[in-house]
Each structure stands twice: as structure tokens, then as C-alpha cells.
């Protein structure tokens, strides 16, 4: 399992900032993250760039504030190809999301 996934430093940054409150941001992010990379899918088969634009920025928000950079890279590739109307590969790119989700959402449920 990579390392280079989260940023360690950040997470542990927040997680001092935050003391007991921490597993409650992590256990939200995964909450809402769920139904944004399902709504990625259905955007994505409805062909609604617009959404699948709001979707994919939501999604690298939220993981770029805990240091989920790889993650984040990938929605916003993806945000931005939504935006200029044009997703290349978008099954692909909706994949990896989903796998370096997958491979995150790991790692954080060991840490709450």
C-alpha cells in the first residue's frame, strides 16, 4: 500500500488541530464521497458535463483539505476536461478515481 496516497504530515496536522473531532471530518469525508463518485458515474452516462464538472470539484476539494493529493489530482483532470465539454477516457479516468478512492478509504478507516 502506497504512502505517497495521503500526506501524513497534513493528516497529522488536522488531526492535532482537531483532537477528537478528527475521526468525525474523516468519517464525513467518506460519507460524501460515496454518493460523488456515484454521481460521477451517472453524470458521466447522462453525458452532463455541468455535473459531472460540480462532482468532480467537490470530490477534489474535500480530499485536497485532508492531503489526499493523488485524488485530488485525478477530479481535477476531470474537472477540468468537464468544463472544456470533453472528457477523454472518462470510464478510465472514472475508474482510477474510484480505485484511488478505494485505496484511501483504506488507509483512513485505520486511522478512526
Do not use: W
Request: charged content about 25%.
Amino acid at each position: 500500500m502506497s504512502h505517497n496516497r495521503i500526506d501524513r504530515d497534513n493528516l497529522a496536522m488536522l488531526q492535532e488541530l482537531l483532537g477528537e473531532k478528527f475521526s468525525e471530518l474523516i468519517s464525513t469525508y467518506l460519507n460524501d464521497s460515496q454518493p460523488r463518485l456515484a454521481a460521477l458515474a451517472v453524470a458521466f452516462e447522462k453525458n452532463d458535463m455541468t455535473e459531472l464538472c460540480h462532482q468532480a470539484h467537490g470530490l477534489k476539494g474535500s480530499s485536497r483539505n485532508l492531503g489526499i493529493n493523488p485524488l485530488a489530482d485525478l477530479c481535477e483532470e476531470m474537472e477540468r476536461q468537464a468544463r472544456q465539454g470533453k472528457v477523454e477516457n472518462a470510464m478510465q479516468q472514472i475508474a482510477a478515481i474510484e480505485q484511488e478512492f478505494a485505496a484511501v478509504e483504506l488507509i483512513l478507516k485505520d486511522l478512526v
